[in-house]
């Protein structure tokens, strides 16, 4: 579920649904019934995933799971909202952390990210790095830089916004992706900071295959790496986009093997 799971009742995020998991369970007479985070889910995916299922930002090798008795992987990507999750390695044992550090608040690290924060304050409030890192947040940015630009921004989806970038047909297209791309390198390395995720910082979410070329352009490892005292720690962690096409079903998956007493670092080396 992309929401927090705390107790019985499931309430999403960024959609009306709520579910009662005794309901749901009793609905589907299943003996057992287990709701997790979608960004936990994408955190255990790290665990069964391949290298021809994973796209390197920078040059580093892939991390094999379970390759030291104790490893930090963090999991975040821009979807609907931004998920962020992390998924620790402890002497054989397992633990997800599900967390909701996608509502940070958003840290500009440019005059055009100030004057962004600035406007959309103006218009929310509070500005969390979820407003501006998903396929909304894209549109915010997008909107905000005609604003800056003195142009009248169009009504763009996401996938508009990408493609004309890529295509070069709009200026303010490229800004907003360049921008976006260096904003969330800025928020990929806080969350490596954050949880100690050393072992590698994934990325997920439907925005990535598009984002992919502008990803390995250089900005977003900039950014990544730029940590004060810590970059040079920092510069060290490896950065992946995930390709598998279900990469929750297979961290889902993952957890139901881990739950049934499957050793998952076995599995990995298999």
Request: charged share 20%.
């Amino acid at each position: 579920f992309a929401g927090p799971v705390m107790g019985d009742e499931v309430k999403m995020t960024n959609h009306a649904w709520t579910i009662s998991m005794t309901e749901l369970q009793r609905q589907l007479g299943f003996e057992q019934l287990r709701a997790i985070n979608d960004f936990v889910a994408m955190a255990y995916s790290i665990a069964l995933l391949g290298e021809g299922e994973l796209q390197r930002i920078g040059d580093f090798d892939l991390p094999r799971f379970g390759s030291k008795p104790n490893q930090t992987f963090v999991a975040l990507g821009p979807g609907t909202g931004l998920g962020v999750s992390a998924l620790l390695l402890r002497e054989g044992a397992i633990t997800p952390l599900g967390t909701e550090a996608g509502h940070v608040g958003f840290a500009p690290t440019s005059a055009d990210q100030r004057e962004i924060l600035r406007r959309l304050e103006g218009r929310f409030g509070r500005v969390s790095n979820e407003r501006l890192l998903c396929g909304p947040g894209l549109v915010n940015i997008y909107i905000t830089l005609a604003e800056i630009a003195g142009s009248t921004a169009e009504s763009l989806t996401p996938d508009q916004i990408t493609r004309r970038a890529n295509d070069g047909s709009c200026t303010v297209c490229i800004r907003a992706v360049e921008n976006f791309c260096e904003m969330l390198g800025a928020v990929a390395g806080d969350m490596a900071l954050a949880y100690a995720g050393w072992d590698g910082v994934y990325l997920a979410g439907g925005l990535m295959p598009a984002l992919l070329p502008w990803l390995r352009r250089g900005v977003f490892r900039r950014r990544f790496d730029d940590k004060g005292r810590y970059s040079k720690i920092v510069a060290a962690v490896p950065t992946f986009v995930i390709t598998n096409d279900e990469p929750g079903l297979l961290g889902a998956a993952a957890c139901a093997l881990s739950d049934a007493g499957v050793d998952l670092t076995e599995k990995a080396h298999g």
